[in-house]
């Protein structure tokens, strides 16, 4: 089977070919600049170098038939004819309280997608583009949809409401949904095949640190509690976003420096974290390179583990204890130190990290904990592609 996977974002289109019964991926690659000058289109079939095309792409429908001629095309293509495409699956950030589960996509799923864009303004308007340009490009082969938020449906009512006026959930549907819950539902599936424990007897704390980061309490297979919130805004401290702060604080600073709602949305959500505390970068990469002899890089990177310290020990607490911890994401997957750092002191649950497995540079998926410790700890490289070209498999299987 082929599946395209398709994640549409305002400018951009991202877009890999996996076949998912091999778990293998065949091509992958990004459209960028969609609708602006100098589009480009990046591309890489396995095992060949990356090229560059440049293009006039004026919108989503283009860029989808610029990619689709380059999986056909003689020396960069993985595919002879569009009908060997088998199905498409979109990632879709926000599914609202509509869809916990990834689902085919029909007239009905597509209107409850554009309920929730008052969610997600920013992302479910993209994401519907992507699936109706695939629509009209690749008639009668099945899409499916597979949410942001979906796996994170489980967490509990007490969990999810904030404690504001009950009135706001119900009108306004103010909630905690969560997101990356494709990563935290690959990479916890993946801790317990690796434990040899089925994942109903597993406590698990998962941390996707990419630009964007998210802490998961996944309590016997279920997501019980997530660190982003109504929006991704909310929880770890991330590239450019602020992570959890006194509310009180926007009201002061819109007051203070006469910002618009506007402006204070991105001044929280692209001027702050990482880039804000250091004034150095958004990247974790440069932040440790200057971690010695910058004090507003080691603040940016101690503000970043010791809210990531205190989330685990809040999750462990949710869940009555811990029997797992994964790193994945950009920073997860390859920061040893942000590693150590957040979870230093928490030997007290039963967390010993192994220093040398923690420092090797293997890039595959590894245990880092002590033989003796209570508490297993793990490096999965995430992989939300495989993730959504495994649904779109599963359900267009069910459904044929
Ligand atoms: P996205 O959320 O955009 O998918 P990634 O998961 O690729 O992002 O993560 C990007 C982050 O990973 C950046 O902050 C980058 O600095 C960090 N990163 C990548 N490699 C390393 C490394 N070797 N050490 C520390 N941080 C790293």
């Known amino acids: 089977m082929i599946v395209l996977v398709l994640n549409a974002g305002s400018s951009s289109v991202k877009y890999q070919v996996i076949d998912p019964e091999k778990r293998e991926s065949l091509a992958k690659g990004v459209v960028e600049r969609i609708g602006m000058s100098g589009a480009v289109l990046t591309h890489q079939k396995v095992g060949d170098k990356q090229i ?31 009908k060997e495409i088998d199905a498409v699956g979109h990632r879709v950030v926000h599914g609202g309280e509509a869809f916990s589960a990834s689902v085919l996509i029909s007239e009905e799923v597509m209107s409850e997608i554009r309920r929730c864009i008052d969610y997600a303004p920013l992302h479910n308007p993209p994401n519907l583009k992507g699936i109706n340009a695939a629509m009209q490009l690749l008639p009668g082969v099945p899409q499916v949809a597979v949410f942001d938020t979906a796996f994170h449906q489980t967490m509990p009512k007490y969990a999810y409401l904030y404690a504001l ?3 706001l959930y119900k ?15 690959f990479v916890s599936d993946r801790a317990a095949e690796l434990m040899g424990t089925p994942k109903d007897k597993l406590r698990i704390i998962t941390c996707h640190l990419g630009n964007g980061a998210s802490a998961a309490a996944i309590k016997y297979g279920k997501s019980v509690d997530t660190s982003m919130g ?20 926007i009201l002061q600073i819109m007051h203070k420096e006469e ?7 991105t001044l929280l959500n692209k001027h702050s974290g990482l880039i804000g505390v250091s004034g150095i970068s958004s990247d974790m990469r440069e932040i440790e390179e200057e971690y010695e002899n910058s004090e507003r890089a080691r603040l940016a990177h101690d503000i970043f583990t010791y809210r990531l310290r205190k989330y685990i020990g809040a999750y462990a607490a949710a869940m009555g204890g811990t029997d797992v911890i994964v790193f994945t994401g950009g920073i997860g997957e390859n920061s040893s130190m942000v590693r150590e ?14 220093q040398k497995k923690n420092e090797a540079s293997d ?11 209570k508490v297993k700890v793990f490096v999965i490289p995430t992989n939300e592609e495989l993730v959504i070209a495994m649904d779109t498999m599963r359900i267009v299987k069910e459904t044929k």
């Open 363 to 373: 890039k595959k998926e590894r245990e880092i904990s002590a033989d003796d410790s």
């Open 259 to 265: 910002l618009t709602p506007n402006d204070a949305t």
């Open 230 to 249: 109504f929006t991704p805004l909310e929880g770890l401290v991330m590239g450019t976003r602020s992570g959890d702060l006194d509310p009180a604080i």
């Open 165 to 167: 006026p009950y009135t």
């Open 341 to 354: 750092h957040s979870l230093q002191g928490l030997e007290f649950m039963g967390v010993k990290l192994d």
């Open 52 to 82: 560059r095309l440049s293009g006039e792409i004026l919108d989503h429908k283009m860029a989808i038939e610029y990619v689709l001629s380059i999986l056909l095309s003689k020396n960069h293509g993985v595919i002879k004819d569009r």
């Open 171 to 185: 009108r306004h549907g103010i909630r905690r949904y969560g997101f990356h819950g494709t990563s935290h539902r």
